[in-house]
């Protein structure tokens, strides 16, 4: 038996990695069996070799791992997506996930929606894994009541500063005209990532707002609203992501609040590791606890009245920031092609 051989795809082998990722895992995933999804996050540029690294062993596949680029650097962040490892190899698994960040140069390798008992081989790793902490902002109940959120007696909406205003960002040559904002926040993400990610994105409309203050730019916030129509009842805010230094945050609390009232929404909620609870209180953000009774649901399109807990890791903890459309996630449940 020759040794392990751990390396990057190469061009022309995407079929034989889908292949290899249906036979051994326990679904089949929309990101590998759509080609819409599948050419958006592995394979955007014609004739490259698809976004995978793969450990193999006499020329079989014994495991894959799909990864997402958070920026173009020659020391670029990553996400990691799809692993799948054959059947009685998750060992070699955890060897090509810890060997990644050296095959792609990457500064940061991290993972949006791990399951949860799978934290501890990370921790292995000496690695970060955790919940993924949720936050919210309620509006106002209906005529009908709350349709949606299960407040509590602590979900009262918090005081905000309307300092900052938002303004809409139309389109992606004018988020190239305005640059990237100073933020400390990893992973890195660049004008590329934006512009694909909130513009060029094949389902769902994101809306981008720029933060500024006398010309200058200091935060983009990126929302997606639900509409009544898709929830089947009333709409819901998503601040999907936010680009910039937290002290920022507090600072655009009254346009957020704005947000949630112009679009008649339930609740505006966030999910998101990295920025203190204490700064999102000051935006007029409460946070979410498992066993504090609340109930702000993930799923609406069809709603499932229920909490949704996520998972992440990330092998650099100092000034990671995730929010919840980062690497693969907050994308439309679609079947498979």
């Known amino acids: 038996m020759s040794d392990l051989v751990l390396r990057l795809a190469r061009p022309g082998e995407d079929a034989r990695i889908a292949d290899f990722i249906n036979q051994n895992f ?63 190899h998750n060992g070699v698994g955890l060897e090509l996930m810890d060997a990644l960040s050296g095959l792609l140069n990457a500064r940061v390798v991290a993972c949006n929606n791990i399951r949860a008992n799978t934290c501890v081989l990370y921790h292995f790793l000496g690695w970060q894994a955790e919940r993924l902490p949720h936050y919210y902002r309620l509006g106002a109940p209906g005529a009908k009541g709350w349709q ?36 400390s926040h990893t992973p890195h993400k660049d004008l590329w990532y934006l ?50 230094d937290d002290a920022v945050l507090p600072r655009i609390g009254g346009a957020l609040d704005k947000l949630l009232h112009d679009a008649g929404a339930e609740y505006l909620d966030c999910y998101n590791a ?44 100092d000034g990671f920031v995730l929010f919840k459309a980062d690497g693969d996630q907050d994308r439309p449940n679609l079947p498979c092609d």
């Open 195 to 244: 512009q694909r990610r909130y513009f060029a994105y094949p389902h769902q409309r994101y809306d981008v707002w720029a933060v500024q203050e006398a010309s200058a730019l200091l935060a983009y916030a990126i929302t997606r609203t639900i509409t009544a129509a898709e929830t089947g009842c009333i709409p819901v805010v998503r601040l999907v992501d936010f680009i910039g």
């Open 26 to 88: 326990d679904m089949r995933l929309p990101l590998i069996n759509r080609a819409d999804f599948y050419q958006f996050y592995y394979a955007h540029t014609p004739g490259a070799a698809p976004q995978f690294a793969l450990a193999e062993q006499d020329g079989e596949i014994l495991c894959a791992a799909g990864y997402i680029l958070a920026n173009q650097s020659e020391t670029p962040d990553v996400w990691v997506s799809v692993w799948v490892a054959a059947k009685g």
């Open 274 to 317: 990295g920025i203190p609870a204490a700064v999102w209180a000051a935006a007029g953000l409460t946070e979410r606890c498992e066993d504090d009774g609340i109930i702000i649901p993930n799923y609406l399109t069809p709603p499932l009245r229920q909490n949704t807990e996520y998972y992440y890791f990330t092998n650099q903890p």
């Open 148 to 183: 949606l959120a299960v407040p509590g007696p602590n979900s009262a909406p918090l005081p905000v500063q309307d300092d900052l205003p938002l303004t809409r960002v139309p389109d992606a040559a004018a988020l190239a005209a305005l640059g990237l904002p100073h933020s």
